[in-house]
């Protein structure tokens, strides 16, 4: 079965700087998707990126962008020019390609913005 | 806004009820998921419906269980409720099956006294 495993509870940042997210992950497939969602105060899920497994380049939708290493497993998270907006849990996911479509989430990182 | 709505917003009730929470995808899409957050657990996966039939199951109790109907709105129900039923519970939906990126409704906080 597969995992992912965020090892950072809590991290925290000053206003526009920029913060990285870690996130690792188990398998043995080789073709799957990997996202960040982030989760505000209210509690909604709100998908912030997703990377193709078999894509090499790194996705990037505005200030967030990605650093996906497949041969190390290891999915981080780059958020440039912090904003007080950006304050919620991160989660990072894993979906197979084929068979169960279902998210295997992590444990969740808490960012914090210091303005 | 992701285009998937959840009601009720809130649910309180009481241990040994039934309660139904129901799931409206966005408009086209065909798949539905349901997914479990609670503070021990974390974000855990109950089950998934594809154009009303049952796809795949996850960590789901026997006590629950759920449909997609023909207008592809999806109910879970949740029977003889324990206190470690209380959690957020969050509908997603996605146009198919594949490649496509799933979309997570506002949830329904469930508190089971």
């Known amino acids: 079965a597969q995992t992912v495993t965020q090892s950072q509870p809590e991290m925290s940042v000053q206003e526009a700087e920029t913060v990285t997210l870690s996130c690792t992950y188990d398998?043995?497939?080789?073709?799957?998707?990997l996202f960040w969602y982030k989760q505000p105060p209210s509690r909604q899920m709100i998908l912030v990126i997703r990377?193709?497994?078999?894509?090499?380049q790194n996705a990037t939708e505005n200030r967030f962008s990605v650093n996906f290493q497949k041969a190390a497993k290891s999915f981080s998270l780059k958020i440039s020019d912090s904003q007080l907006g950006d304050a919620a849990m991160y989660f990072c996911?894993?979906?197979?390609?084929?068979?169960?479509?279902?998210?295997?989430f992590g444990q969740g990182t808490r960012l914090t913005i210091n303005p | 806004d992701s285009g998937v709505t959840q009601t009720p917003k809130h649910l309180i009730t009481a241990t040994g009820q039934r309660v139904t929470l129901r799931c409206s995808p966005r408009?086209?899409?065909?798949?539905v998921y349901w997914y479990q957050q609670s503070l021990d657990q974390g974000l855990q996966f109950l089950i998934q419906y594809y154009n009303g039939e049952e796809r795949a199951k996850g960590n789901i109790l026997e006590r629950f269980s759920a449909q997609q109907f023909p207008d592809l709105h999806s109910e879970l129900n949740l029977s003889s409720l324990e206190l470690g039923d209380s959690a957020l519970y969050f509908c997603?939906?996605?146009?198919?099956?594949?490649?496509?990126?799933?979309?997570f409704g506002p949830g329904t906080r469930l508190t089971v006294l």
């Open positions: 398998t043995s497939e080789s073709d799957y998707y």
């Open positions: 990377q193709e497994a078999y894509k090499q």
């Open positions: 996911a894993y979906r197979s390609a084929g068979g169960a479509q279902k998210l295997v």
């Open positions: 997603a939906s996605s146009p198919a099956i594949g490649t496509d990126t799933q979309y």
């Open positions: 408009s086209g899409d065909l798949s």
